[in-house]
C-alpha cells in the first residue's frame, strides 16, 4: 500500500477509533447520520472515479457495486432522518472521512492502469475494515435510536461483504491475476 493511502487509511481509522474522539464525545444521533452519510459517499465516489479509470474487469465491476450499495445505504439513511426529523450534523469525524475521500481521490487521480487497480482496491480494504470497526465500535453501541440502530445493523453485513470483496481482489492483483 502506497504512504498515501496508508496515511487515509490512518486518518480514517483514527477518526472513527471508539478510542478516540468517540469515547470522550460519543456521538450524538444526528452525528452519526452525517458519518454515515459521509462514509457512503466517500466510497460512491471513489467507485465513480474508478467505473471511469480502472483497468481490471473485476475492479469496474466492484467500483460500480460500491457505487450501487453505497448509494442504497444513504438513500436509505437520509428516508430515515426525514423520518425521524433528524438533521444530520457535521462533527469531526465526518469532517475527517469527507477530507480522507477528497485525498484518496487526488490520489488515484494521478495513478493509472493496473497501479490505479491496486490503489483503489487497497484503499477500499482499508477504508471498510475502519468503517468496520467504527459500525462495531462507535455507530451502533452510540446510536439512541432504535430505528436508526437498525440500519447500522442492516447495513453491516453488506459492509463485511464489501471487505471480503475486496480482499478477494487484492489477492488477485497482487498475484498478478487481472
Do not use: C, W
Not at 464525545?25 to 466510497?43: F, G, K, R, S, W
Not at 481490471?56 to 445505504?73: C, G, N, W
Not at 444513504?74 to 469532517?95: D, F, G
Request: proline share 4%; no cysteine; glycine share 4%.
Amino acid at each position: 500500500m502506497s504512504n498515501i493511502l496508508k496515511s487515509t487509511a490512518l486518518v480514517l481509522l483514527a477518526a472513527l477509533s471508539a478510542n478516540g474522539y468517540a469515547q470522550q464525545n460519543p456521538p450524538t444521533d444526528p452525528e452519526i447520520a452525517a458519518i454515515v452519510l459521509t462514509a457512503n459517499q466517500v466510497d460512491v465516489d471513489a467507485g465513480q472515479l474508478a467505473t471511469a479509470h480502472a483497468q481490471a474487469k473485476d475492479v469496474k465491476e466492484f467500483a460500480q457495486l460500491m457505487i450501487q450499495d453505497h448509494r442504497s445505504v444513504n438513500e436509505a439513511a437520509v428516508a430515515l432522518a426525514h423520518k425521524l426529523n433528524l438533521k444530520p450534523e457535521e462533527n469531526p469525524t465526518s469532517r475527517s472521512l469527507k477530507q480522507g475521500g477528497q485525498d484518496n481521490l487526488a490520489s488515484l487521480n494521478a495513478l493509472k492502469g493496473r497501479a490505479f487497480d491496486k490503489a483503489y482496491v487497497d484503499h477500499e480494504v482499508a477504508y471498510h475494515e475502519a468503517v468496520l470497526g467504527a459500525v462495531d465500535k462507535t455507530l451502533i453501541p452510540n446510536a439512541h435510536n432504535q430505528e436508526l440502530k437498525a440500519l447500522l445493523l442492516k447495513a453491516r453485513p453488506t459492509f463485511a461483504a464489501h471487505l471480503e470483496h475486496a480482499r478477494q481482489i487484492q489477492r488477485e492483483l497482487s498475484n498478478g491475476n487481472d
